[in-house]
């Protein structure tokens, strides 16, 4: 018998078999329970092959198939495949550090792969890769791309769209974002990024964002559509929120302190 059927029933090795024809990458006990009428026996072939580590458990009911040819049983599904698996219908897309390192905003590794949606606020760990899923209200999800990775469609932020992200939940300093900012505008669609971030529910980051690209360059007719989302929000909020304190020169046009 083949190394990849090693330990394996013929019940086990029916299921895994069926499920590849299939193309079926996610392995719910519904699935199962279609292969196997009798409820005991599917049951049982989903408590043996977890034990065997042939199935890594995504959620109650919701499983990953470790494929026979992976060798010795060695295998990870990719990082991203796997969160869209786990979200299924629910809205999604995978952000902040895992699109900035993934758009070559940071050369820093991500130790956790972020699933921003619209129902799940958990961290949890498949396999071996920890992942959190942030919760955010359905205004956040837009501007996204689809990549298609092993057959399947991952959604991923994109270029503009994770940017206003990165001024939203920004890394290392201010003045980081600010030269972020400042390269990115000759490479990406700025009049995308401006739609974008007048669609942004946080009128903070539409203030702290406007500034920061009038005092890089961009027109102010590029911008009225931003400066006019902000127009009743009053509130002035500090342009470097790295920096709580509120002294600074005053910005009227966006409402924002220059603290730094």
């Given at each position: 018998?083949?190394?990849?059927?090693?330990?394996?029933?013929?019940?086990?090795?029916?299921?895994?078999?069926?499920?590849?024809?299939?193309?079926?990458?996610?392995?719910?006990?519904?699935?199962?329970?279609?292969?196997?009428?009798?409820?005991?026996?599917?049951?049982?072939?989903?408590?043996?092959?977890?034990?065997?580590?042939?199935?890594?458990?995504?959620?109650?009911?919701?499983?990953?198939?470790?494929?026979?040819?992976?060798?010795?049983?060695?295998?990870?599904?990719?990082?991203?495949?796997?969160?869209?698996?786990?979200m299924g219908n629910t809205?999604?897309?995978?952000?902040?550090?895992?699109?900035?390192?993934?758009?070559?905003?940071?050369?820093?590794?991500?130790?956790?792969?972020?699933?921003?949606?619209?129902?799940?606020?958990?961290?949890?760990?498949?396999?071996?890769?920890?992942?959190?899923?942030?919760?955010?209200?359905?205004?956040?999800?837009?501007?996204?791309?689809?990549?298609?990775?092993?057959?399947?469609?991952?959604?991923?932020?994109?270029?503009?769209?994770?940017?206003?992200?990165?001024?939203?939940?920004?890394?290392?300093?201010?003045?980081?974002?600010?030269?972020?900012?400042?390269?990115?505008?000759?490479?990406?669609?700025?009049?995308?990024?401006?739609?974008?971030?007048?669609?942004?529910?946080?009128?903070?980051?539409?203030?702290?964002?406007?500034?920061?690209?009038?005092?890089?360059?961009?027109?102010?007719?590029?911008?009225?559509?931003?400066?006019?989302?902000?127009?009743?929000?009053?509130?002035?909020?500090?342009?470097?929120?790295f920096n709580k304190s509120?002294?600074?020169?005053?910005?009227?046009?966006?409402?924002?302190?220059?603290?730094?």
């Amino acid at each position: 018998m083949k190394n990849g059927y090693r330990g394996l029933s013929k019940d086990e090795i029916y299921l895994i078999s069926r499920a590849e024809f299939e193309k079926q990458k996610l392995i719910t006990t519904a699935f199962v329970q279609k292969v196997f009428v009798d409820k005991n026996k599917a049951s049982r072939v989903l408590v043996y092959l977890k034990r065997k580590g042939r199935l890594l458990s995504i959620e109650k009911g919701k499983y990953l198939l470790v494929p026979f040819k992976a060798p010795n049983q060695r295998w990870m599904p990719n990082e991203f495949v796997a969160a869209s698996l786990w979200m299924g219908n629910t809205p999604y897309y995978i952000g902040y550090i895992s699109a900035y390192n993934y758009w070559g905003f940071t050369d820093q590794i991500p130790q956790t792969v972020f699933v921003l949606n619209t129902q799940k606020g958990l961290k949890k760990m498949i396999g071996i890769v920890a992942y959190s899923a942030v919760k955010v209200s359905p205004k956040k999800i837009y501007g996204l791309r689809r990549i298609n990775i092993d057959d399947e469609t991952v959604f991923m932020s994109d270029k503009e769209r994770t940017l206003v992200d990165f001024i939203y939940k920004p890394m290392g300093s201010w003045a980081n974002v600010e030269n972020l900012i400042k390269e990115q505008l000759k490479e990406i669609n700025v009049e995308k990024l401006i739609r974008y971030l007048v669609r942004f529910p946080i009128a903070s980051v539409r203030k702290r964002a406007g500034l920061m690209l009038g005092r890089l360059g961009v027109s102010r007719e590029k911008l009225l559509p931003l400066q006019n989302s902000i127009r009743k929000q009053n509130a002035y909020i500090v342009f470097n929120p790295f920096n709580k304190s509120r002294k600074g020169k005053v910005n009227r046009e966006w409402k924002v302190i220059i603290n730094g």
